[in-house]
């Protein structure tokens, strides 16, 4: 069967999931859960991803992420991908760490963002981890962020939760009404079934039923076109990470020239790869090839000892 079509926009907001294959706990650790979070962290500032909600749980994860890049696969790809990476290499281990390609329902801005932050904040109550009383302690999910402005990474945006709550301004008293606002959500199950909390995971979409009919209609419009669409979305990436090396170029005062011409190992190349790939997506073997650095793994083998030991000289011209 073919997979289905992701639907990416710029304008595009999801509840991403995704389960340790068999449903292993591969967050049994604090450390473990903060390498996640490192990871999340690098991903949302090289793709623009703006995060509503998370939480980790034991065995899965849940993320409210809006991608006005439309980067939604590329962001996943790498996010997954370099966390099970330095998972397993942690661990000396191999093999699949997700149970495979992760879940993403397309959320409705207007009748589904909002619930869909509560449902995840309510994720350690309806696993017992936590009693509400206690939820804005609990350190693995985006509630103390919330509940703490000076904690919280630029690419985390409460306002939607907030404003689902009842118009809740982001101040001491807002941010208080909220958590009222989860205690009471908890403890009235006609609320959560007006809010659909039980098909948050489920299907592919999570909003009103007008929102349901739009999303049907444009995704009736991609099939078939699955593989232009992933030609044209790699060409576009490809665009992307060119201009921002050309950017990095005229800092330098070097031309594309000079990476053919200059050797393989030259600083200022190996201080460009490590840029870009703090920045963007770009692959190793797009950055071998792009800027004549060698293969993928003599790109991986200079830029993990660039960031060992940068030039101080040449980062702070890269800025």
């Not at 939760?161 to 982001?170: M, Q, S």
């Not at 006609?190 to 098909?199: D, G, N, S, T």
Request: charged share 25%.
């Amino acid at each position: 069967m073919a997979r289905p079509l992701r639907m990416e926009s710029e304008s595009g907001i999801y509840h991403v999931l995704n389960r340790g294959n068999d449903r292993a706990d591969i967050f049994r650790s604090d450390k473990t859960k903060a390498a996640f979070l490192h990871c999340l962290d690098e991903a949302c500032r090289k793709t623009g991803w703006e995060v509503h909600a998370w939480c980790l749980m034991s065995n899965h994860y849940h993320l409210a992420v809006s991608t006005p890049g439309a980067n939604l696969v590329d962001g996943m790809c790498w996010l997954q991908g370099t966390f099970s990476t330095r998972f397993n290499r942690l661990r000396a281990e191999r093999g699949h760490l997700f149970q495979g390609r992760y879940k993403s329902l397309l959320v409705d801005p207007d009748g589904g963002l909002g619930p869909l932050c509560h449902y995840i904040h309510l994720n350690p109550v309806r696993a017992k981890l936590r009693p509400v009383a206690g939820l804005a302690a609990y350190r693995w999910t985006s509630l103390p962020w919330l509940m703490d402005p000076k904690s919280r990474p630029s690419w985390y945006h409460p306002q939607p939760a907030l404003d689902h709550a009842g118009e809740l301004a982001d101040t001491s008293a807002g941010r208080r009404r909220y958590l009222d606002y989860l205690a009471w959500l908890a403890e009235d199950e006609p609320a959560r079934k007006a809010q659909r909390f039980a098909a948050m995971s489920k299907g592919w979409v999570i909003g009103t039923t007008g929102f349901a009919k739009t999303m049907l209609k444009e995704n009736e419009k991609l099939v078939g076109q699955g593989r232009r669409m992933a030609a044209a979305l790699q060409e576009t990436r490809e665009a992307l990470w060119q201009e921002a090396l050309t950017v990095l170029l005229r800092k330098l005062r070097r031309t594309p020239a000079d990476l053919a011409k200059e050797s393989k190992s030259a600083g200022w190349k190996v201080a460009l790869a490590a840029t870009l790939k703090a920045r963007t997506t770009a692959t190793n073997r797009w950055l071998g090839a792009n800027l004549h650095l060698g293969g993928l793994h003599e790109v991986s083998r200079k830029v993990g000892a660039w960031d060992r030991q940068p030039d101080q000289v040449l980062q702070k011209k890269l800025v």
